[in-house]
Every structure is written in structure tokens, then in C-alpha cells.
């Protein structure tokens, strides 16, 4: 008997009882084991064992994220020192990292489990904020509070103090990252087969105004001066700090901290390409014709072929 273990993490408040039926159905068919969070036993039926978190990562071959981005970068944080392929699977709105949708769900698995799949690495900053540790898939970020006065943080790199910043927000993002955060405060798109460090100040009235982008081997510090108003920080979106108006951040960048499971590299890349035009990156209208699919683009052409008479 095959006691192959796959963990499931959920999104923290929506329904994902369909999703997880048809994980579960598909467990027992197979004769594999599921497991979840302590937090989570009562979401899921009673065939799944609840396991502590650390344990869950320990056991478990796979993670199975049911959820969009923001649940896929919790199933990636949870893993980082025992890396294990992460399958993300589509319940959020607009997803880069997501790639499964419900129906595709079985298939999926079946390749899971039979390890037919690649894997992307995604690499994290490992962050020390006024001494505690944190990681980051997406991205670290210093947000004024409205208010209070502005975010006002001196930049080093290797020791190597560059300027200051003077701004309502400070990010600091993975290429993963570059298309949330960073992208909406006026950062570059950074292409994920890179590795770099992207530091961008949103609504920057004073100091260093551009996008900084820095090596993976550079060391970055943002250190609050005194006379900033007291920040939040947010870690891939979650508040990690109410209030601080004093202290310093270190940032290194860690590579291949998370493995995403991917089935199809093209089509994900395809996928992302619709996401990005609704980024303010439009496309021709032949190539978003070629990335629709394909028994919707045989109807189109049925269309315009046979148009409607008057």
C-alpha cells in the first residue's frame, strides 16, 4: 500500500468545501493519505488528519494550496528550510503563482503523486525586523500610518549607506513580488526567471525617488530615522508590525526557498500573459485571440465567419 501523505492548506476564510471534496473523494479512490493544520480539522472531513504545522511540512511529500496568491505564499513561507513541492490550486481572483483550476483537479493529482511534474524555485527574502526573523515570497514593506507623518528610512547596501527615502510606503520585492506591491507603487515588471532585489517608494516626496534593483548577493538596510512617523510592516501583504518608529530592517535574498509545482510551463506563462494585460500591459488583439481557449476561439471564428443577417 502507497502511504504517500499530501497536506492541505486553505484560504483562511473562503468556502473551499467543493475543492476539498473532490480532493478527498480522490484521496480515497487512490488510497493516499491527506493532512491539514490543527486550526483547520474542522473544515475538512474526518478521513484528514490534523497535524501541527510543523509537523504537516515534516510529513507531508506535497502541499496542496487551495486558495489564490496570498494562500499559495503562506503554503511557500511554511515550507522554507524543508522545501516541498507546492500545488496551487484556483480559488482567488487574479493569480500569478495559482495554476490549477477545480475541474483540472483529479488529473493533477494524478501527476502529483507519480511526481510527473517540474518544479519552479522561487527564491525569498529572509528579513530581521528590529530582531525578529521573517521571510517574504512577495515582498517586505514599510507603510506610513495616515496621519502620522511620512515613512522617512536611510538605504544601505553592504554597508554601504546610498541615500534616504522620504515616502508614504517602502517595498522591497522578489521578481515574484514585482507585479503586486511593488508594480502598483511604479516598480518594474521583473521577469521570475530572474533573481534580483527590488526596492521602490510609493508617492516618494523627497530622497531617492526611482525603483533601486540589486543583486541577489547584495545585503539591503532600511533604517527609520528620527524624524519618521511611526510605520506598519507587512509581510506578502500581512501586517507583521502595528507600529514602529524606530529600528532597522536587514534583507538578504534566499534562493530556491519554495518549490511550485508546475504541469504546464507554457500554459501558465500564457495564463499570466492575460493577467499582466489587464496590468496596463495590453497585447494585440491576434495574440489575445490565440491565448483564449480553444473551443471559444472556434466559436469566435464560427462568428465572424457567418455573420448574423439584417
Known amino acids: 500500500m502507497d502511504h504517500t501523505l499530501l497536506g492541505l492548506v486553505l484560504h483562511p476564510t473562503r468556502d473551499a468545501s467543493e475543492i476539498i471534496a473532490i480532493v478527498a473523494d480522490w484521496a480515497a479512490r487512490h488510497r493516499k493519505g491527506l493532512a491539514v493544520r490543527e486550526e483547520d480539522r474542522h473544515r475538512v472531513p474526518a478521513s484528514v488528519e490534523a497535524l501541527p504545522q510543523d509537523e504537516l511540512v515534516n510529513r507531508v511529500s506535497a502541499l496542496i494550496s487551495i486558495g489564490g496568491d496570498g494562500t499559495m505564499l503562506g503554503a511557500l513561507r511554511s515550507t ?10 484556483h480559488l482567488g481572483r487574479l493569480g500569478f503563482l495559482v495554476e490549477v483550476e477545480p475541474p483540472e483537479l483529479p488529473e493533477a493529482l494524478d501527476r502529483l503523486t507519480n511526481k510527473n511534474f517540474t518544479v519552479e524555485a522561487h527564491g525569498c527574502l529572509a528579513c530581521d525586523v528590529c530582531g525578529d526573523d521573517v521571510v517574504a515570497f512577495n515582498d517586505i514593506a514599510l507603510i506610513r500610518r495616515p496621519g502620522t507623518g511620512l515613512v522617512i528610512a536611510t538605504l544601505a547596501v553592504d554597508g554601504q549607506r546610498y541615500g534616504y527615502y522620504r515616502c508614504d510606503a517602502l517595498v522591497v520585492s522578489t521578481p515574484t513580488g514585482s507585479t503586486a506591491y511593488s508594480y502598483a507603487a511604479g516598480g518594474p515588471l521583473v521577469s521570475p526567471a530572474t533573481q534580483a532585489v527590488v526596492v521602490t517608494p510609493s508617492a516618494p516626496m523627497a530622497g531617492i525617488s526611482r525603483s533601486v534593483v540589486l543583486s541577489p548577493e547584495e545585503n539591503v538596510r532600511l533604517e527609520l530615522t528620527s524624524e519618521s512617523g511611526p510605520v506598519a510592516v507587512e509581510v506578502d501583504g500581512r501586517v507583521f508590525r502595528e507600529a514602529s518608529s524606530e529600528g532597522m530592517i536587514d534583507i538578504t535574498y534566499r534562493r530556491e526557498a519554495g518549490m511550485v509545482v508546475r504541469l504546464d510551463p507554457r500554459r501558465y506563462q500564457e495564463r499570466n500573459q492575460i493577467k499582466l494585460s489587464l496590468m496596463d ?10 491565448l483564449l481557449p480553444e473551443a471559444f476561439r472556434e466559436q469566435l471564428n464560427r462568428r465572424q465567419l457567418h455573420p448574423p443577417c439584417q
Do not use: D, I, Y
Request: aromatic fraction near 0%; glycine fraction near 16%.
Open 281 to 290: 500591459l495590453p497585447l494585440l488583439p491576434g495574440q489575445l485571440r490565440e
Open 80 to 89: 522554507v528550510g524543508n522545501p516541498k513541492p507546492v500545488l496551487g490550486v
